[in-house]
């Protein structure tokens, strides 16, 4: 019981990392202990499992699988999302600079955290870079890129968002933030939107049986170039999340409440002087957190 208890603490830590846009869940397990059977779980998801519960039943499957661990995993990571989504939407609404600022500190961290990991910083490996900035920057600034919030796009997109979780350093609500269903995604937890859930759940777990193992492949064998890649959209993305934005378009939404549709980033106005302190200190915050994190994973 107490081993269980401590495993499912360890999910309640990984669902709070990975809904906070540049905190890995995949970091968490990492200090946690648990990433390499994390990954030896997820790659053992395939065709032979599912021919082992049709010929030796469901408890040998279900020992195959390491499904004590993972269920109780998810459990933690389940309860974490749901009671956080809550808040993040309160502060959201309420405290719009704060949380977009502490977003930004931890997300700028975790781009230069992933740029210490590569090794020999080379003419080729700066192009992966630029690349990751120009792609991400693009999207983040293209209104045009927002996808529809259909039944297949949400699927999609849970399979992008989830395969994050396998890599310490990038979370899957940075992905969610990069194409806009961040806050989409955010409340359909919080409010319970049972089918807006399940699509982004069974998205998560196709994802995790197939474009996992394509992400993991790609770190075993082109490990620099991937982490300058994704460096290059940690810090491109960083347009998506800046808070100070001229509207450019709106438009009302179903509920009767006018809505932005179309932004532009700008530099903050002087008279916003109380929004662009808050910006400035929660970014601190959020950078140095990702450093003590950091410091914890590798001591």
């Known amino acids: 019981m107490k081993t269980m208890l401590k495993l499912y603490f360890k999910g309640v830590a990984m669902g709070a990392a990975d809904i906070v846009p540049g905190v890995s869940g995949g970091t968490i397990a990492l200090i946690t202990g648990i990433y390499e059977e994390l990954i030896y779980s997820i790659k053992n998801i395939n065709l032979t499992l599912f021919k082992i519960l049709f010929q030796h039943g469901v408890k040998e499957f279900w020992k195959k699988l390491n499904g004590n661990f993972l269920l109780i995993l998810v459990l933690g990571i389940g309860t974490s999302v749901i009671l956080l989504a809550q808040i993040i939407v309160f502060l959201l609404d309420n405290h719009e600079y704060k949380i977009w600022g502490f977003f930004f500190g931890l997300i700028l961290s975790s781009a230069f955290l992933i740029l210490k990991d590569i090794n020999h910083l080379s003419y080729n490996k700066t192009i992966w870079i630029l690349s990751g900035i120009t792609i991400a920057a693009i999207i983040s600034l293209s209104n045009t890129t927002k996808i529809p919030d259909s039944d297949i796009f949400i699927f999609f997109t849970g399979s992008i968002a989830i395969t994050a979780m396998i890599l310490p350093g990038i979370s899957g609500s940075f992905i969610l933030l990069l194409l806009s269903k961040y806050e989409y ?107 003590i994190i950091q410091k914890k994973s590798i001591s």
């Open 185 to 291: 995604i955010i409340t359909a937890i919080k409010e319970f939107d049972i089918r807006v859930i399940l699509i982004f759940g069974f998205g998560c777990i196709f994802g995790l049986i197939i474009f996992s193992r394509l992400l993991h492949f790609l770190f075993e064998n082109y490990k620099d170039n991937l982490l300058s890649l994704l460096s290059g959209f940690l810090i491109g993305s960083l347009v998506k999340i800046w808070p100070f934005r001229k509207t450019i378009e709106t438009r009302t939404n179903s509920d009767g409440v006018l809505e932005a549709v179309t932004t532009q980033p700008i530099f903050p106005n002087i008279e916003l002087q109380q929004e662009i302190l808050f910006f400035i200190v929660f970014s601190i915050i959020g950078y140095f957190l990702i450093t």
